[in-house]
């Protein structure tokens, strides 16, 4: 059970393996795109791939879709980033259980944000945690745990990658291990714990009256999405990367540009100066910082706000 690409190396790897994946669910086609085309998720284009059975799981579909699963009396079922909430009898009717991938160190980061979060909380490590789901969210047993460090530049993007083949390298050998019975799982606890929250675009708009560490934190913990935004006069822009510049503040006033090179735009934060070194408009590509002040005019002086 997946949908989105963070799955595919987890379903990639289950098929060479060679386990024997009887069933692919997986969320419903959605509109997307400015022509609001028709999109399969990523797992579902991976089934096919695979010649894999796809069944769709819509609002609603829980108890059709158990029924379906348990069909097929699996020895487990393995869910990563798939979006929907399990419950009985599916939850503990597998004799493995149904095992889930998750891309932190639990119990920090409980929910469905947890790269993002660890970034936006600049965080030096996360990693992923194989665990027996349970009624709750996030709060199963741990059957075994890998630690990935953050770099300085990890975007949310950049480090979701890292993660998600890891988290399938992590998932066949515990598989393995649980079916040999060489797997105790580890009860969670509460301290420590922390949850993400679902994105929102509340998250998006750039406060430059925070830290240069801050500031840089939330541009690569929203990119690629939702986005870091500002306003440049009546122009919004997404802040696609950027690279703290100094440590030092030297403007009066936070958001101003201090100086616009083809290297990037030197910008004041409460604390500090960042470097911004691409933008995107709406409905645009992503440019370089070159390449948008060839598009664009930005003097020193302006101030973005948002």
């Known amino acids: 059970m997946g949908s989105p690409a963070f799955a595919v190396p987890s379903l990639e790897a289950l098929v060479e393996a060679r386990f024997d994946v009887r069933l692919v669910v997986t969320q419903p086609d959605r509109r997307a795109g400015r022509g609001r085309h028709l999109e399969e998720t990523a797992v579902k284009r991976c089934a096919r791939e695979h010649e894999l059975p796809v069944m769709e799981f819509g609002k609603g579909d829980h108890a059709r879709v158990a029924e379906r699963v348990l069909v097929e009396q699996p020895d487990a079922v393995v869910v990563v980033a798939f979006g929907h909430i399990l419950r009985e009898p599916l939850l503990s009717t597998p004799p493995l259980g149904c095992i889930n991938v998750h891309a932190s160190l639990l119990p920090r980061w409980r929910g469905v944000s947890p790269i993002q979060f660890a970034i936006l909380h600049g965080d030096a490590w996360s990693g992923v945690t194989i665990m027996r789901m349970d009624a709750g969210v996030d709060t199963g047993p741990i059957l075994a745990q890998r630690a990935v460090a953050i770099q300085a530049e990890d975007t949310a993007g950049e480090l979701g990658a890292r993660l998600s083949g890891q988290g399938a390298d992590l998932l066949v050998h515990t598989l393995r291990r649980l079916a040999a019975g060489q797997v105790t799982p580890q009860p969670q606890g509460d301290r420590g714990a922390v949850y993400a929250p679902k994105l929102t675009r509340s998250l998006a708009p750039v406060r430059w009256d925070r830290s240069v560490t801050v500031v840089h934190n939330q541009i690569r913990g929203l990119q690629p999405h939702p986005g870091a935004t500002s306003f440049l006069g009546e122009q919004l822009l997404k802040l696609t990367s950027a690279r703290p510049f100094s440590f ?48 664009y005019e930005v003097r020193s002086g302006q101030v973005f706000r948002s």
């Open 248 to 295: 030092l503040t030297v403007a009066d006033e936070a958001g101003q540009i201090l100086d616009v090179s083809d290297e990037g735009l030197r910008v004041s934060c409460g604390e500090g100066i960042i470097l911004v070194t691409s933008l995107q408009c709406p409905g645009r590509k992503q440019l370089s910082a070159a390449e948008f002040l060839r598009g």
